[in-house]
Structures are given as structure tokens and as C-alpha cells.
């Protein structure tokens, strides 16, 4: 199985930015990032293929943005503009393997 570590994750003031990294143990087709707020599902907000082909939510389109090196197993989430409604754990999924999760708290 690929193991997933994600990071990057902390305390962020509204506006600020964070960059999310998740490292595979090796290659990876497909990688998806999700969140999850408190109290809430868990859901999927941006999505990047072997092909560096890359899909958003609607929430997150002209605010993040994913990317890959794949020579480093390592897939990246940018996140700037955060907004406290951005508070959540982060997970990457790769394969049939989930990460663990690194939490984001935006807050003033």
C-alpha cells in the first residue's frame, strides 16, 4: 500500500496563505485533497492527475491551486485568500489510501 503524509497545516490569519504538501511513498495516478470542517462531511475540493490535469470546487477554483512534483512522490495545495470558513482538517487520497490529515485554523 502507498502511505500518504500530508503537511503543512497551522494557524493562519483570514487572507493568509498556506502551502499543503502531501508525500506519497511512491507514484501515485491520482490524487485528490479534501477537507473537513467541524460537524461536517468530509468533502473533496480539488483533484490532479499523473497528466497534471487538475479539477476545483467552485469555493476553491480562483483560490487554490494543486500541483505535482512527481520526481519527489510530493503533490502540492496551495491555499491563499483563507477564510475562516477554510478551518478544517486537510486530507490527501491517493490509490485506496488516505493521509492522516493536518489541520487548518484561520483565524484572526
Known amino acids: 500500500q502507498v502511505q500518504l503524509v500530508e503537511s503543512g497545516g497551522g494557524l493562519v490569519q483570514p487572507g493568509g496563505s498556506l502551502r499543503l504538501s502531501c508525500v506519497a511513498s511512491?507514484?501515485?495516478?491520482?490524487v485528490g485533497w479534501y477537507r473537513q470542517a467541524p460537524g461536517k462531511e468530509r468533502e473533496l475540493i480539488a483533484t490532479?492527475?499523473?497528466?497534471?490535469?487538475?479539477s476545483y470546487i467552485d469555493d476553491v477554483k480562483d483560490r487554490f491551486a494543486v500541483s505535482r512534483d512527481d520526481a519527489k512522490h510530493t503533490t502540492y495545495l496551495q491555499m491563499n485568500v483563507l477564510e475562516p470558513e477554510g478551518t478544517a482538517v486537510y486530507y490527501c487520497?491517493?490509490?485506496?489510501?488516505w493521509g492522516r490529515g493536518t489541520q487548518v485554523t484561520v483565524s484572526s
Open positions: 511512491g507514484d501515485v495516478f491520482f
Open positions: 490532479i492527475n499523473a497528466w497534471h490535469r487538475k
Open positions: 487520497q491517493a490509490n485506496s489510501t
